[in-house]
């Protein structure tokens, strides 16, 4: 959905975009916005929209790659004449233009069509290539195929000419229909980003996937002599697979910011009011704040945090320190506009040993927060935040972590509760959880939340769990909105430090350039 790259000082954001309605259409452009901070963004003209044989009837996603030369290329999926998905390579008209205003479409198109026995409607979504040691470029596709999802694999020596490999990169039955996958190096030793090409000891590789409504990833070693990606863990299609994000988070992209040596991730977050409710705004979802993504020490999982520059946005700043939160309070964030709030909150749990027993059948974490939401009183836990709420607490999203013991020590759980979001009825309110891969014993528990209106996006364990949701509150809007620290657990915890700004508007969609602000 969202393919980023930075070129000549500008961060570029291709997109899915419908110019005829508010939904998903049929006949879907590449919008391109621009930006020099990732913060503040100005649109110019579609990249790419339906006009040739392989692409009349839609533009779908796809990548970018950087040439030798500081060259960038489009590869992206066309809805062709026979409504087949095809793979089209596009290049800019001028490089020497920074903003890249003008692309052409190559006239050899489509370079790669469904091989036998892939429908015509598996195919698509082409990953930022990648070239080996022998010089020979890579791609992969995503596809599915006798019950199986596919990182179908290509290679050209010339970036034209394309072969498919004869077997998949990675495969596994435990998925469905893969779509927007990604395949990418992580530096183990550091947070660092390294090149999508880059492949040498000291780095491991991502492999991630869209389907059944999440991103999932899984990490391992990409062996180039065998052309093959050997995970650490297969997916197993269970709720142990691991995901970016465990909220509203799909059809994601990262790409290596060379500006600042880090790789970033964005992702496409949807709706959860109704399709008339979009039909009658205007428009439909939005993309997650850009997260910088690295590998966690432990070599088990990502990490993610939102992009250093998001910091400029932050204005009057409250400080809490040392706080006792005892059974059932509740104290107001106050002196912070709630309703575009950044806060960062560490809570500290003295006697631990008083952490309740686990049940043995309690695997599923999503369930769990499901069933013991934030009414529900436990040891530690729930204790967390309320964000957007009102004064009287009608309307509430709760973020928040339950501790409990283990066979093999602690379990941190993270939920994030939609329930008592709105007064509204006809919303989607889907309880989320994940549990935090942290030991209680030798850190903090840390959460940090950026609030916006209609989505908040929560890091927990500094970054290792993340949660994003939408919530259309009906009274809790704009200056009646509320913030709440809350502990309804039966014993104590302390926050330890507490840092709130409120946040000012990014300027998003300046028409032309960022200095006409009256377009924005």
Same mark, same amino acid.
Not at 73 to 85: C, E, K, M, R, S
Not at 213 to 222: A, F, K
Not at 240 to 245: H, K, S
Not at 335 to 364: K, R
């Given at each position: 959905?969202?393919?980023?790259?930075?070129?000549?000082?500008?961060?570029?954001?291709?997109?899915?975009?419908?110019?005829?309605?508010?939904?998903?259409?049929?006949?879907?452009?590449?919008?391109?916005?621009?930006?020099?901070?990732?913060?503040?963004?100005?649109?110019?003209?579609?990249?790419?929209?339906?006009?040739?044989?392989?692409?009349?009837?839609?533009?779908?996603?796809?990548?970018?790659?950087?040439?030798?030369?500081?060259?960038?290329?489009?590869?992206?999926?066309?809805?062709?004449?026979?409504?087949?998905?095809?793979?089209?390579?596009?290049?800019?008209?001028?490089?020497?233009?920074?903003?890249?205003?003008?692309?052409?479409?190559?006239?050899?198109?489509?370079?790669?069509?469904?091989?036998?026995?892939?429908?015509?409607? @598996?195919? %698509?979504?082409?990953?930022?290539?990648?070239?080996?040691? $022998?010089? #020979?470029?890579?791609?992969?596709?995503?596809? !599915? +195929?006798?019950?199986?999802?596919?990182?179908?694999?290509?290679?050209?020596?010339?970036?034209?000419?394309?072969?498919?490999?004869?077997?998949?990169?990675?495969?596994?039955?435990?998925?469905?229909?893969?779509?927007?996958?990604?395949?990418?190096?992580?530096?183990?030793?550091?947070?660092?980003?390294?090149?999508?090409?880059?492949?040498?000891?000291?780095?491991?590789?991502?492999?991630?996937?869209?389907?059944?409504?999440?991103?999932?990833?899984?990490?391992?070693?990409?062996?180039?002599?065998?052309?093959?990606?050997?995970?650490?863990?297969?997916?197993?299609?269970?709720?142990?697979?691991?995901?970016?994000?465990?909220?509203?988070?799909?059809?994601?992209?990262?790409?290596?910011?060379?500006?600042? @040596?880090? %790789?970033?991730?964005?992702?496409?977050?949807?709706?959860? $009011?109704? #399709?008339?409710?979009?039909?009658?705004?205007? !428009? +439909?979802?939005?993309?997650?704040?850009?997260?910088?993504?690295?590998?966690?020490?432990?070599?088990?999982?990502?990490?993610?945090?939102?992009?250093?520059?998001?910091?400029?946005?932050?204005?009057?700043?409250?400080?809490?320190?040392?706080?006792?939160?005892?059974?059932?309070?509740?104290?107001?964030?106050?002196?912070?506009?709630?309703?575009?709030?950044?806060?960062?909150?560490?809570?500290?749990?003295?006697?631990?040993?008083?952490?309740?027993?686990?049940?043995?059948?309690?695997?599923?974490?999503?369930?769990?927060?499901?069933?013991?939401?934030?009414?529900?009183?436990?040891?530690?836990?729930?204790?967390?935040?309320?964000?957007?709420?009102?004064?009287?607490?009608?309307?509430?999203?709760?973020?928040?972590? %339950?501790?409990?013991?283990?066979?093999?020590?602690?379990?941190?759980?993270?939920?994030?509760?939609?329930?008592?979001?709105?007064?509204?009825?006809?919303?989607?309110?889907?309880?989320?959880?994940?549990?935090?891969?942290?030991?209680?014993?030798?850190?903090?528990?840390?959460?940090?939340?950026?609030?916006?209106?209609?989505?908040?996006?929560?890091?927990?364990?500094?970054?290792?769990?993340?949660?994003?949701?939408?919530?259309?509150?009906?009274?809790?809007?704009?200056?009646?909105?509320?913030?709440?620290?809350?502990?309804?657990?039966?014993?104590?915890?302390?926050?330890?430090?507490?840092?709130?700004?409120?946040?000012?508007?990014?300027?998003?969609?300046?028409?032309?350039?960022?200095?006409?602000?009256?377009?924005?």
């Amino acid at each position: 959905m969202v393919r980023p790259m930075y070129y000549k000082g500008v961060y570029h954001l291709f997109y899915q975009y419908n110019p005829h309605g508010a939904l998903f259409g049929d006949s879907m452009v590449w919008a391109h916005s621009a930006s020099y901070d990732l913060i503040n963004w100005f649109s110019l003209d579609h990249a790419l929209i339906p006009s040739e044989p392989f692409d009349i009837n839609s533009c779908w996603s796809g990548s970018v790659t950087i040439l030798p030369g500081n060259k960038p290329v489009i590869l992206y999926t066309g809805i062709d004449a026979n409504n087949h998905q095809v793979q089209n390579l596009a290049t800019p008209k001028n490089l020497s233009d920074p903003l890249l205003r003008e692309w052409v479409k190559y006239s050899g198109n489509p370079l790669m069509t469904p091989p036998d026995g892939i429908e015509g409607d @598996n195919f %698509r979504d082409p990953t930022t290539a990648w070239q080996g040691p $022998d010089g #020979t470029w890579r791609v992969v596709i995503g596809s !599915w +195929s006798n019950n199986q999802g596919l990182a179908i694999l290509y290679q050209s020596e010339d970036f034209v000419h394309w072969n498919k490999y004869q077997d998949p990169l990675y495969s596994s039955s435990k998925t469905g229909m893969w779509e927007c996958p990604d395949f990418f190096p992580v530096s183990i030793n550091s947070t660092n980003g390294v090149d999508t090409s880059v492949k040498n000891p000291s780095v491991r590789h991502v492999m991630k996937a869209s389907f059944n409504s999440h991103d999932y990833y899984i990490v391992g070693t990409y062996v180039t002599e065998l052309e093959k990606f050997l995970p650490d863990a297969d997916f197993t299609g269970t709720s142990l697979d691991l995901r970016y994000d465990y909220g509203k988070f799909y059809a994601s992209k990262t790409f290596f910011d060379s500006k600042k @040596n880090r %790789r970033i991730l964005w992702g496409w977050v949807n709706e959860s $009011d109704s #399709t008339e409710d979009d039909i009658e705004k205007g !428009w +439909s979802g939005l993309q997650s704040v850009p997260r910088q993504i690295w590998l966690d020490k432990t070599g088990k999982q990502l990490v993610q945090w939102p992009v250093e520059e998001i910091n400029s946005l932050r204005d009057n700043q409250v400080n809490i320190y040392d706080k006792q939160l005892e059974s059932g309070s509740i104290f107001e964030v106050s002196g912070i506009t709630a309703s575009q709030v950044d806060i960062e909150i560490m809570f500290e749990l003295p006697e631990l040993e008083e952490a309740e027993f686990m049940s043995s059948n309690w695997v599923d974490p999503q369930l769990i927060c499901d069933r013991e939401d934030a009414s529900v009183t436990g040891r530690f836990g729930p204790f967390g935040l309320l964000a957007l709420a009102t004064k009287e607490l009608t309307e509430q999203t709760a973020i928040y972590f %339950r501790v409990f013991r283990g066979h093999k020590g602690y379990v941190v759980l993270m939920c994030s509760e939609q329930r008592r979001s709105s007064l509204r009825n006809e919303l989607d309110k889907t309880t989320y959880g994940a549990f935090v891969d942290i030991d209680p014993r030798q850190e903090m528990i840390s959460l940090r939340s950026l609030i916006d209106h209609s989505i908040i996006e929560s890091f927990g364990g500094k970054g290792r769990t993340c949660i994003t949701t939408r919530v259309y509150p009906k009274l809790a809007v704009n200056k009646e909105a509320h913030l709440f620290a809350f502990n309804n657990g039966t014993l104590s915890v302390t926050i330890s430090r507490l840092n709130a700004w409120s946040m000012n508007k990014a300027r998003i969609n300046c028409r032309g350039g960022l200095e006409n602000t009256a377009s924005c």
